[in-house]
């Protein structure tokens, strides 16, 4: 994880491409709009299809850069399966972090959606992003080893993730609609049940992906 971050912060790419995507496509909805009022659930859909594919723009990167520079097989080399896909999720985790910390605060000063309850919101975001991270790790390493990289990831991760962004979206809603812990504890619920489930059977799976020559 401190590699690749060290190596994030020294050339951007990754961050910078996640939250120009996430900022490009925020301006163009906001445009779209215009004076319109939206209801919150409308509100909550725009934000979570912002972040997953201002995410899929850049999350594949964490594995497809090791193969192109040489570096897999010097990882594979010199660090267990378990530590590598540990390292490379908690990386995910921090960039897909960064970007909803960027793109909260815009989305709220251009398109003023209802004062959420933060708590709420900032629990749901957390666990969302925790879903999103574990899932896209093991299938960047997977793209990495195919051809048109830039394209299958977004491709994969659509069907994985979905029912991911559907309960995203109604949480979201819910802390919109200034409403409870109560009314979200559903959704949260299955939020944190599908991270544990994705990562663990991600990291039981990943040595036969990495090691797969």
């Given at each position: 994880m401190w590699k690749d971050l060290t190596e994030e912060f020294r050339s951007?790419?990754?961050?910078?491409?996640?939250?120009?995507?996430?900022?490009?496509?925020?301006?163009?909805?906001?445009?779209?709009?215009?004076?319109?009022?939206?209801?919150?659930?409308?509100?909550?859909?725009?934000?979570?299809?912002?972040?997953?594919f201002s995410a899929m723009s850049g999350l594949g990167?964490?594995?497809?850069?090791?193969?192109?520079?040489?570096t897999g097989q010097a990882l594979?080399?010199?660090?267990?399966?378990?530590?590598?896909?540990?390292?490379?999720?908690?990386?995910?985790?921090?960039?897909?972090?960064a970007l909803v910390v960027f793109i909260l605060p815009f989305y709220y000063l251009m398109m003023t959606p209802?004062?959420?309850?933060?708590?709420?919101?900032?629990?749901?975001?957390?666990?969302?992003?925790?879903?999103?991270?574990g899932s896209t790790t093991i299938l960047?390493?997977?793209?990495?080893?195919?051809?048109?990289?830039?394209?299958?990831l977004p491709i994969l991760s659509f069907p994985?993730?979905?029912?991911?962004?559907?309960?995203?979206?109604?949480a979201t809603q819910t802390a919109m609609l200034g409403q409870g812990w109560g009314e979200a504890l559903q959704d949260l619920q299955f939020l944190f049940a599908y991270g544990v489930v994705i990562v663990t059977a991600s990291a039981?799976?990943?040595?036969y992906v990495w090691n797969d020559s």
């Amino acid at each position: 994880m401190w590699k690749d971050l060290t190596e994030e912060f020294r050339s951007r790419f990754a961050l910078n491409t996640l939250l120009m995507f996430a900022l490009t496509t925020l301006v163009v909805v906001s445009f779209a709009v215009g004076i319109y009022s939206l209801e919150p659930g409308v509100h909550a859909a725009l934000l979570w299809i912002i972040i997953f594919f201002s995410a899929m723009s850049g999350l594949g990167r964490v594995f497809v850069k090791e193969e192109e520079a040489g570096t897999g097989q010097a990882l594979r080399l010199s660090a267990s399966p378990g530590l590598v896909f540990t390292g490379k999720l908690l990386f995910n985790f921090f960039l897909v972090g960064a970007l909803v910390v960027f793109i909260l605060p815009f989305y709220y000063l251009m398109m003023t959606p209802p004062s959420p309850r933060v708590a709420l919101l900032a629990a749901v975001c957390f666990l969302g992003v925790f879903c999103l991270a574990g899932s896209t790790t093991i299938l960047a390493a997977i793209v990495s080893r195919a051809g048109g990289k830039n394209s299958l990831l977004p491709i994969l991760s659509f069907p994985i993730l979905l029912p991911v962004l559907i309960t995203s979206i109604s949480a979201t809603q819910t802390a919109m609609l200034g409403q409870g812990w109560g009314e979200a504890l559903q959704d949260l619920q299955f939020l944190f049940a599908y991270g544990v489930v994705i990562v663990t059977a991600s990291a039981m799976l990943f040595s036969y992906v990495w090691n797969d020559s």
